[in-house]
Nanobody, 120 residues
Framework: QVQLVESGGGLEQAGGSLRLSCAAS????????MGWYRQAPGKQRELVAG???????NYADSVKGRFTISRDNAKNTVYLQMNSLKPEDTAVYYC??????????????WGQGTQVTVSS
């Protein structure tokens, strides 16, 4: 059974930094694209940043220049470095991975979410 486990959320002041991590584990043959999404209260879940297996990245306009997504394929882990945090970054952050499970094939998996709260 494939699982994504996030860590690194918490409370930070505006202007500060946090680093999120998401590790995939289980019966993994290969991890393809990975990404970070977020959902604020009363809003829809939105893409924050994505990264391909080869390292190509894309970002939401609201986080460009402040957030950096990266990955370690050997560890099946994706990271999100968040700098210059703003109160509007407050949300639950979810990790997503398109993963080839050795027994069940390819599908998307989600982490349980980690809360990020930015105080003004």
């Amino acid at each position: 059974q494939v699982q994504l486990v996030e860590s690194g959320g918490g409370l930070e002041q505006a202007g500060g930094s946090l680093r999120l991590s998401c590790a995939a584990s289980g019966n993994i043959f290969r991890v393809n694209d990975m990404g970070w999404y977020r959902q604020a209260p009363g809003k829809q879940r939105e893409l924050v940043a994505g990264i391909t297996r080869g390292g190509s990245t894309n970002y939401a306009d609201s986080v460009k220049g402040r957030f950096t997504i990266s990955r370690d394929n050997a560890k099946n882990t994706v990271y999100l470095q968040m700098n210059s945090l703003k109160p509007e970054d407050t949300a639950v952050y979810y990790c997503n991975g398109n993963i080839w499970d050795s027994t069940t094939g390819i599908r998307d998996y989600w982490g349980q979410g980690t809360q990020v709260t930015v105080s003004s």
